[in-house]
């Protein structure tokens, strides 16, 4: 089964079927990645804290986990030039966010 760390809030119910771990803050995920995870959410409300976490997941974990990068209005853009694999749509729907798990399950394996 997939885990996934989630930084980002209320996500967590379309990710059904996935072991889902919910970190409220960049302090939180950064503390959690010990544990291992294949794909980890970011979300752009994190600010400036966000870029930094991606940076930090890519320098810890390298290409062993998928980044899925979530904003709206281009604010995902700075995590994706800072590394993540690929962007999502805020709000995100549940379809989407299950899509783009499913690609960063398959890019894992």
Do not use: W, Y
């Amino acid at each position: 089964m997939t885990r996934i760390l989630a930084v980002c809030r209320q996500i967590h119910a379309a990710l059904e079927g996935h072991v889902v771990e919910v970190a409220l803050d960049a302090v939180c995920a950064r503390m959690a990645l010990s544990e291992g995870f294949d794909v980890v959410l970011v979300d752009s409300g994190l600010g400036a804290e966000a870029v930094q976490l991606v940076v930090h997941i890519r320098r810890l974990m390298g290409e062993a986990v998928r980044i899925v990068a979530l904003g709206q209005n281009g604010t995902a853009q700075p995590m994706i030039d800072a590394g993540a694999d690929e962007r999502g749509s805020k709000p995100v729907s549940p379809p989407e966010l299950a899509a783009a798990i499913s690609r960063s399950v398959v890019s894992v394996a």
